[in-house]
Every structure is written in structure tokens, then in C-alpha cells.
């Protein structure tokens, strides 16, 4: 068989620990440490890749006025991103551990360009709900780079590495509602994704000539049995399955803030500009910070802590954010805590996968993604349907209810464990 099915591994601190001590050397056999410039080029990447499917949420409100869409449904945009992005997970992710990582990376990143020149060209909700479509689906280009940082990093610096590209994601997702309200208000909100066009193939042009060569492929057969194999991840691997519940329940907490946001922000008696409406994401740059050291106290097998902290303030996040129209203080401290703990239990989560099988760091990538996705898609349905027939205060309480399951969740495996 090509791809070996793996017995699972153990969970909790004992596993944590067992991954920090894994063996001494990469998936190809030979012992491998990532540099801090390559770090800081995966980092950039992520950035640039990961903003084209967050810059609709500061726009949900001009996008639905210019394609005549009503505002209960215009969070389907955001849908249809992740709806892209979870197809992406599950059928190209997968394909860096097999083709050669950065002729893939280049490949996605053209492509993406195209679907994001179709969205600014985009005349109708249709046409704009199928290239949002392939704007997600070329996103997942952010895994490829993360598996490929992770494969080259020592077990050592895996988490860390982990971590510090991660810190790009999470810039590139703060820094993409901020450019985006900023290039909205001075060119409108299709100029936005002509910018982003351009970007990306300037961006594929210097990866070209500096992204390292990529080291044979881990896994070998057929595309058929790599699929197959990545969907038997989930049935032998139970740290993705936990992980993976938690990134679903995180994500959709995630999404519910950052989708309707934008909502209350601009309609009386606040009416604030696009600009004004993505400066909230530098609010968040805490996440970022919270991201590099996760994945240290996971590399020191502290992970599981890190996440029950982390799930707490991710709950109490909510209490803040309710006093949106009374206190923009409260709001920005609500905005701090949540993307503070999103990011901290992310990479935990990352982190703790990738040490379980570092032969399938593609396909374990794909597969707790997919959790991402779902929950990041489900999260901005049910905050816009909230939203329209309950108000803010109604978004907050679904909003804590999800960040409250997580925890209950942690707490019930605490509890199994012991």
C-alpha cells in the first residue's frame, strides 16, 4: 500500500509531550532546519494569500447596494469563500505531498490573480458568488506554504515556525479589512480585488526566483490514493478529530464577530466609513502575538493548557463586544480577546496534528482545515440571519453560546482523561 494507515496516537499532556520528542529529522530522512528568511517568505506569502478571502467583510454592505442584494443574505459571500476554501482543503492541499510544492504554489497563486480580476469584473450575484468560489478554492494555497514550513523545520522549531507563519496569516487577515475599507472608500469595492490581482502576480514573480526548491515529495501512488489516504486520517488519527472540533467551534465563533461587524458599524448612529471600519482589524494584532507563542508552549508541551485558557477568554470575549453602540473601547478590548484566543488555540491545534504524523503534514493540514472551513462558513450564515431579525446583542449571544461549547468541550476531555 502506498499509504500506511497509522495506529492513533495518544492525546493530552502525554502526547504533547511525545511530540516535542519526535525523531530528529524531516519526512525525507535528513535532519532539517528552516531559516529565519525562508520563515519570513512563508510568512509574507500567507499574508498576501490568506487577505483575498477576508477583504469582503468590511464590503458586505457596498456589494449588496451595487448588485441590488439583500442585506439578510449577503453573508453567502462570505459562504461562498469557504465553500471554495473547503473544496480546495480536501482535493489540493493534499497534492503537496505529492507534486512538487512550489511549482503548486506559483500555480495557485496565478490562478488566484484570475479569479480575483473576475470578482472585481463581476456583474451580477451570480457571477460574483462563483468567483468568490475560486478565490477560496485558490486560497488554500496558505496550507500548502504552512505544511511546507513545517516539513522543512526541525521538531525542535516546528511549533515555533508554525507559529511565526501563522503570525503572517493572522496580519495578512487583520491587515486585509483595513485595506480593503481603505481602497473601497478611495476606488470602490471592485478596485480592491484589482489590487489584490496585481499584487499576487507581483508576489508570484519574487517566489519564483527565491522560494526554495522543493525536496521530493513524501508520499508516493496515486492522487486517487492520496485522497483516500487523508480521509483515513480522520478514522486513525484522534488528535485531528479533537483539533479538528475545536477549529470548527472557533472558527464559526470567529466568523460570527467578523462577518456582522461590519453591520452595526456603518448604520446609525455610528456610520462609520470602510476605512474607519477596518482600522477595527488592527485591533486584533494581539492574535498575531498570541500565535508565535502558542506554538512555543506547544514545542514545550503545554498545549492543552494553552487551550483551555485561551477557550475561556475566547468566551468572555463576548461581553465587551456587546457594548458596541454605547463604548467603542469595549469593543476593541472584545475584538483584542477574541483574536487573541482564535490564534493561540489555532496553532496549538496545528502544531499538535503536524507532530502526530510529520510523513502527512499536506494532508493533515487539508483535513483539519476543513474544520476551519466549516465552522468559518456556518459562523457567517448564522450571524447575518441573527443579525437582520435579532440585532447585535442577539450576534453576541450566539457568538458566546459557540465559544462556551468549545470550552465545555475542553473541559469534557479534561474530565475523560483524568
Known amino acids: 500500500m502506498p499509504y500506511e494507515a497509522h495506529a492513533p496516537v495518544k492525546t493530552g499532556v502525554e502526547a504533547e509531550k511525545l511530540a516535542a520528542a519526535r525523531s530528529q529529522t524531516s519526512p525525507s530522512g535528513g535532519a532539517t532546519t528552516l531559516s529565519r528568511y525562508q520563515t519570513l ?18 464590503l458586505l454592505e457596498s456589494m449588496a447596494s451595487s448588485l441590488a442584494v439583500a442585506p439578510g443574505t449577503i453573508g453567502i459571500v462570505v459562504t461562498a469563500t469557504q465553500a471554495g476554501y473547503a473544496v480546495g482543503l480536501l482535493f489540493i492541499v493534499p497534492l503537496g505531498d505529492l507534486l512538487n510544492r512550489k511549482k503548486l ?9 484570475l479569479a480575483l480580476c473576475a470578482v472585481g469584473l463581476a456583474g451580477n450575484w451570480g457571477t460574483l458568488l462563483g468567483a468568490m468560489v475560486l478565490v477560496g478554492l485558490m486560497a488554500v494555497v496558505v496550507q500548502v506554504v504552512v505544511a511546507y514550513a513545517a516539513a522543512l523545520a526541525s521538531p525542535q522549531q516546528r511549533g515555533e515556525a508554525v507559529g511565526t507563519v501563522t503570525s503572517g496569516v493572522v496580519l495578512g487577515i487583520l491587515l486585509a479589512r483595513f485595506v480593503s475599507g481603505a481602497v473601497a472608500d478611495l476606488a470602490g469595492w471592485r478596485g480592491v480585488y484589482f489590487v489584490s490581482a496585481t499584487l499576487m ?55 460570527v464577530l467578523w462577518t456582522s461587524m461590519v453591520l452595526p458599524l ?18 486584533g494584532v494581539a492574535g498575531a502575538l498570541a500565535a508565535a507563542r502558542a506554538g512555543r508552549l506547544a514545542d514545550q508541551g503545554r498545549g492543552n493548557r494553552t487551550t483551555g485558557v485561551a477557550l475561556a477568554l475566547l468566551t468572555l470575549s463576548w461581553l465587551p463586544t456587546a457594548f458596541v453602540e454605547s463604548s467603542m473601547l469595549a469593543m476593541v478590548v472584545g475584538v483584542v480577546l477574541l483574536d487573541f484566543a482564535v490564534q493561540a488555540v489555532h496553532v496549538t491545534n496545528q502544531s499538535l496534528i503536524f507532530a502526530a504524523r510529520p510523513d502527512a503534514q499536506s494532508r493533515l493540514v ?21 443579525y437582520a431579525h435579532v440585532g447585535w446583542v442577539g450576534v453576541c449571544l450566539l457568538g458566546a453560546a459557540i465559544s462556551a461549547a468549545a470550552l465545555l468541550y475542553w473541559l469534557l476531555l479534561m474530565v475523560v482523561r483524568d
Open 201 to 255: 502576480i507581483g508576489m508570484a514573480l519574487v517566489l519564483w526566483r527565491t522560494l526554495p526548491a522543493s525536496a521530493a515529495p513524501p508520499a508516493r501512488g496515486s492522487y486517487g490514493e492520496l485522497l483516500r489516504s487523508m480521509f483515513q486520517l480522520y478514522l486513525t488519527e484522534r488528535t485531528l478529530r479533537i483539533r479538528g472540533t475545536f477549529a470548527l467551534l472557533i472558527f464559526a465563533a470567529f466568523s
Open 105 to 113: 504554489i506559483l500555480t495557485q497563486m496565478l490562478i488566484s490573480a
Open 266 to 283: 456603518s448604520a446609525p448612529p455610528l456610520s462609520l466609513t470602510h476605512t474607519q471600519i477596518g482600522l477595527f482589524g488592527l485591533a
Open 41 to 58: 517568505l512563508f510568512a509574507i506569502t500567507c499574508a498576501m494569500a490568506v487577505a483575498n478571502v477576508y477583504f469582503a467583510q468590511p
Open 366 to 386: 487539508g483535513a483539519y482545515m476543513c474544520f476551519y472551513s466549516v465552522g468559518s462558513g456556518l459562523g457567517a450564515i448564522a450571524a447575518t440571519y441573527t
